[in-house]
């Protein structure tokens, strides 16, 4: 965690010191900065003093002006730019919450901070927009440069995309080759990835579009993908209902997962109880449906072409195929051998 020497609490109060009562109450009840630390909106202050919202604002304006013209604003100089080195040191923007939740984990010393980055000549604040969420910064032109190339990453990942977080960060890379060295760390990248509202991560680590069902994971079947997926080849609908168990620590009884497995088109059943990716190939369908795909494509085909191409779409047995193929409702055997489909 990120550690800063003074005492926010201790700063505030003595800024707070230069203003009058009601403005102080104002700015105390407004930024959370007494023992109550839930922040007050414009109106409810209002109703308190029996004034306008927009007097209100007035009334925090005036505060904030009054502090920042103070001697004790002056003199706490030192103190607001060691949290301006902070802020560098973190990656010169930064989401709000990950600011504050890097300096303490306390809410009340939180508000005491984000009050000290409101009132702070070098700090600017940017709000949540479609695009990012809010978030503080010091460097204007570093600021656009991150965003634009947060931007042009997002544009480049399709919605079914996934990525490991070091490739992820190889592709950012990319698009900020002009930036300072010293900004190139992963803790940083990924400090500034958490930016993006459109990019987001996983709980298995892999990145992607942050609406896709592989980033956002909403039931069994996106956990059921992930799990698949991570596995790399066939696996047994039972096996997948205990690693979403393991790895999501959510409940995943077998016989729900099974029959999640079949509806989702993202799943193909490949043998008894296996189930693999369709985008890994696999033809949908039973055997019978597997074989007629076979035979549309390749034409009439000997036996042993027709048993080699379907074991490498299902894990069954050998006789299995056979017993399909000698149906007489759905394939026929020619003089030479071949099988095709019956007409």
Known sequence: MATIQFKPKQVVKKLLGAL????????VSRYGLGKKIERMTLEAIGDIYGITRERVRQIENYAINNIRKSDAYKDEKKSFEELEGLLHSLGGIVVEDDLLGHISKDESTQNNI???????DSFKRRKEDDHF?????????????VEESLKKLYKGLSTNDLVSESEMISSFLEH????????????????????????????????GVSHSPNIKTKGMRDYAFLVIRRHGSPI???????????????KAHVATCHNELIKDPRFVLVGRGLYALAEW?????????????????????????????VLKERYVKENTIMVNLQNPKHFTKDKESKYSIAK
């Open 20 to 27: 009058p009562d009601r403005a102080r109450e104002v700015i």
């Open 133 to 145: 969420r809010h978030r503080w910064y010091v460097d204007e032109k570093l600021s656009n440069t």
């Open 114 to 120: 984000n009050f000290l980055l409101v009132i702070g």
């Open 281 to 309: 190939g696999y033809m949908s369908g039973v055997v019978k449906d597997v074989i007629k795909k076979i035979l549309e494509k390749h034409g009439s085909l000997p036996k042993e072409e027709v048993i080699e191409k």
């Open 236 to 250: 047994h609908f039972k096996d997948v209902a205990k690693t979403i168990s393991q790895v999501f620590n959510k």
């Open 176 to 207: 900020t080759k002009e930036m300072s060295e010293k900004y190139k760390n992963q803790e940083i990248l990924k400090r500034w990835l958490a930016l993006s509202k459109g990019i987001g991560k996983n709980p298995l680590g892999e990145w």
